[in-house]
């Protein structure tokens, strides 16, 4: 073939660029973090500071040992590894371990990220991984209300989601819905606190980062399946507003749900999506021993990504919108 004849050039995926980069996308997910940041060293002081600190320094530790090893491409200054680590930062309780944090890290990015390919590769929520082995192994020091014996708060040192599981309704009723909404609540360093990660999930739709349908119809189906329960023994299930206040509901729905690689990017899929994993987590917490659902109703549907984008609908990404 004459040199100067056309070829027909074949590359890999992705073939459509949006013409942001990573690193834009994950620093703008970590400025939406911010407020819940903020927050958190607010509340928890020099805690929260060294738990975060923990967390990044060491996931940025583990991925260069990582990429090493298992010889993957990519950087660091993706700072992928950096906004996750926040991530499973701020659902720690404020008390949690220096090795224990470093041992949350260490699984969330050697199993829950790495060992699949780094980035974009990865078929389960790498942060839902690294905090469902944490909590389920060392139970009783990831324990929001044990963690609030060493605090001096000034709000109910009692998990929200365990008073009403034991007391039903009425134990829901102990608590201001405004106050679990700005984060009064024994939780996470940040993950409780709804309002501050409303305004960080608001700039990410506003911006063209996320869309609103996986955070809405995970909230949605907080909603419905909460007034059902509510419905059918209303003594011993609370309103569906306490379920959307109480524990990590917004962060769930706006920073977990959202995680680009282990949910759907069709519209209709990721609405199905969304739906189901906030209907499982009031399952989880209502019926199920965990308090966590919304940890493990995200993984659940991790599970069934795969299928879900099957369901055809135009991508979002083609309707111009950058992420999903």
Known sequence: MNSKSKRLLISQEPLWHSGVTLPKM?????????????????????????????????????????????????????????????????????????????????????????????????????????????????????????????????????????????????????????????????????????????????????????TWHKPVSFLVGILVTGELFHLLNSQAYPSPFFHLFAGMTFFAAFFLVTDTSSTPVNPIPMLIFGFFAGAFTILIRSLGSNLHGAVYAILLMNIANPFLDEIYSKPAYLKGNLNV
């Open 26 to 210: 994950m620093g703008n997910h970590i400025i939406a973090l911010v407020p819940a940041i903020i927050f958190s060293i607010v509340i928890y002081h020099l805690n929260a500071a060294r738990v975060l600190a923990l967390s990044i320094v060491f996931a940025v530790i583990f991925e260069i040992i990582f990429r090493r090893l298992l010889h993957t491409k990519g950087s660091i200054f993706d700072l992928h590894s950096i906004y996750i680590s926040i991530l499973l930062a701020l659902l720690l309780p404020p008390s949690t371990p220096w090795w224990l944090v470093i041992m949350g890290v260490l699984v969330m990015v050697g199993l829950g990220k790495m060992i699949f390919g780094g980035y974009g590769s990865y078929p389960l929520n790498p942060v839902l991984v690294g905090f469902a082995i944490m909590q389920l192994s060392w139970s009783k020091i990831v324990d929001y209300t044990s963690s609030q014996q060493f605090f001096k708060t000034g709000f109910i040192s009692i998990d929200p989601l365990s008073v009403s599981k034991s007391a039903g309704t009425a134990g829901s009723h102990l608590y201001n819905l405004w106050d679990l909404f700005i984060g009064k609540q024994a939780g996470g360093l940040g993950s409780s606190a709804g309002l501050f990660i409303l305004i960080g999930g608001l700039y990410l739709i506003i911006r063209g980062y996320i």
